[in-house]
């Protein structure tokens, strides 16, 4: 991976969740390319281990464990695999998330007729399910915060020890249509200023990145057609982002590197950083 500037990671190990995925994948492969260990977690371990590989054949030192975020078993299990290889955590990546189709409603706005009419095919805001709308706050707020607990605890009183959240322009300004991703990425937000604040005096800087649009896995069908053209959704997102383009994931390297690096900002904690091409600064007109 080619390096926006150089940042010596050489002997800190870092943790990433959900690292088996486009956007945390890269920021796996770039931290161990600054000489991290690098420990890459995911609910699928294929995945997992596919970066890691990855890592390793670029001369990279890295693991691949499966993970559930949302089972405190489960994380102090890999926990214990990291400290037994290579030491306590000193950098770590809360990059787990995702929507669920149950807490998405069909269309962008209520009309009196989705109402009356009844239609099976069409989600109103009455009809989400609360079942998603739970399954969305748990992977994205709760699989932040239990994550934080089990890891932070080998960082306290380490120089340069590091957390980092993945948000979402979503937190700034909420997308139609997806209540409660928009929701759960504002809480996710908000907790990364409540920790920064809780870890200051223990020497744990917590940051977070938010990223406007980038092409993953989950969001593919949503933007592009087959043909590769532009989805009514990928146009309007395109057409609210002043640098009318999506992301690409190298965008974001620099912000993390910046980030974990203790010299360049051993004074920034509780931020949360947008990379999103102008949309959350964008009013549309």
Request: aromatic share 8%; glycine share 10%; hydrophobic share 40%.
């Amino acid at each position: 991976m080619k390096l926006p500037f150089e940042v010596d990671l050489t002997g800190k190990v870092a943790v990433v969740t959900g690292g088996g995925g486009v956007l945390c994948g890269g920021f796996a492969k770039a931290l161990a390319a600054c000489g991290a260990h690098v420990a890459v977690l995911d609910l699928k371990q294929e995945n997992a281990e596919k970066i890691a590989t990855e890592i390793q054949e670029e001369g990279g030192s890295a693991i691949g464990l499966r993970v559930n975020v949302l089972d405190r078993d489960s994380l102090e299990e890999a926990r214990q695999a990291i400290v037994t290889k290579w030491g306590g955590c000193d950098i770590f990546i809360n990059g787990a998330g995702g929507n669920h189709p149950k807490g998405t409603t069909s269309k962008e706005w209520l009309e009196k007729e989705d109402v009356l009419a009844e239609n099976p095919e069409v989600t109103t805001f009455f009809d989400l399910d609360p079942k998603g709308i739970e399954f969305v706050f748990n992977l994205n707020f709760l699989g932040t915060l239990l994550p934080s607990q089990v890891f932070s605890k080998d960082m306290i009183d380490k120089k340069g020890a590091t957390i980092i959240n993945i948000s979402s322009m979503n937190a700034f300004k909420p997308l139609t249509k997806i209540p409660a991703y928009s929701a759960a990425k504002a809480a996710v937000s908000n907790f990364t200023q409540w920790l920064a604040v809780h870890l200051s005096k223990v020497g744990i800087r917590v940051n977070a990145i938010a990223p406007g649009f980038f092409l993953t896995q989950q969001n593919h069908d949503l933007i592009l057609n087959p043909n590769g053209s532009y989805t009514e959704r990928g146009k309007k997102i395109v057409a609210g982002t002043p640098m009318e383009r999506l992301g690409n994931m190298e965008e974001l390297i620099g912000t993390l590197l910046w980030l974990v690096n203790e010299q360049a900002t051993s004074f920034v904690t509780g931020v949360v950083i947008p990379v999103d091409g102008g949309f959350s600064a964008y009013s549309g007109v």
